[in-house]
């Protein structure tokens, strides 16, 4: 079964400062990845996804995340936060069912709200 | 604009009563999902087709059904609604069923139950 862990509810940075989102995730084989980003009142936004490829994979608007099996986690990173990155973070995992055989179906982390001040 | 639209945005219902969501994929995707989120329960996979076949499901109530119909658009139907069916409902679609293959959402429809 899979299932996903995002360890801070709400994370608070200034303007210019790093951000981390952290994610772990559980899954019974190797799983797929992604974050999405919701704003309010919007809906949700692919910002990357990692598919065993690169470890550390690049998003949009300066995000990316790194991959670490030893670890079973996926956080996700950007040097410098923009007032525009205020939103609602969602670490997400896709494994394959039972058998090896996947449907896509994305199982959600509850998600971490981030607040940027001026 | 992620090319999935959701209708209605926001839809008010009284208790007992029934209502369809629906949903058209981006061109070309064969899968949809369908996802509820509310604030105790956060995002929840409620059931996928694929290509007018549904392939899994998830935490879905009896009361609800869904269908994605031959030209690939989907209906969420909910009935003998409650107040806890209060919730913003999602769709999401994508190329295939793989698993590494990413989703796209719609803006949402909510739904408040009276």
């Not at chain 1, 986690?73 to 997400?92: N, R």
Request: proline share 4%; glycine share 8%.
């Amino acid at each position: 079964a899979q299932s996903v862990t995002q360890l801070d509810s709400h994370v608070s940075v200034s303007e210019g400062t790093p951000v981390l989102l952290r994610c772990n995730y559980s899954s019974s084989y190797s799983p797929s990845l992604f974050w999405y980003v919701q704003h309010p009142n919007k809906g949700l936004q692919l910002l990357l996804k990692y598919t065993s490829a690169a470890t550390l994979v690049k998003g949009i608007n300066g995000f990316e995340a790194e991959f670490k099996k030893s670890e079973t986690s996926f956080h996700l990173t950007k040097p410098s936060a923009h007032m525009s990155d205020a939103a609602e973070y969602f670490c997400v995992v896709s494994d394959p069912q039972a058998g090896g055989t996947s449907y896509g179906k994305l199982t959600f982390g509850q998600g971490t709200i981030l607040t940027v001040h001026p | 604009d992620s090319g999935v639209t959701q209708t209605p945005k926001h839809l008010i219902t009284a208790t007992g009563q029934r209502v369809t969501l629906r949903c058209s994929p981006r061109s070309g995707d064969l899968s949809v999902y369908w996802y509820q989120q509310s604030l105790d329960q956060g995002l929840q996979f409620l059931i996928q087709y694929y290509n007018g076949e549904e392939r899994a499901k998830g935490n879905i109530l009896e009361r609800f059904s869904a269908q994605q119909f031959p030209d690939l658009h989907s209906e969420l139907n909910l009935s003998s609604l409650e107040l806890g069916d209060s919730a913003l409902y999602f769709c999401a679609s994508s190329q295939n069923d793989r698993q590494n293959t990413e989703a796209f959402f719609g803006q949402g429809t909510r739904l408040t139950v009276v």
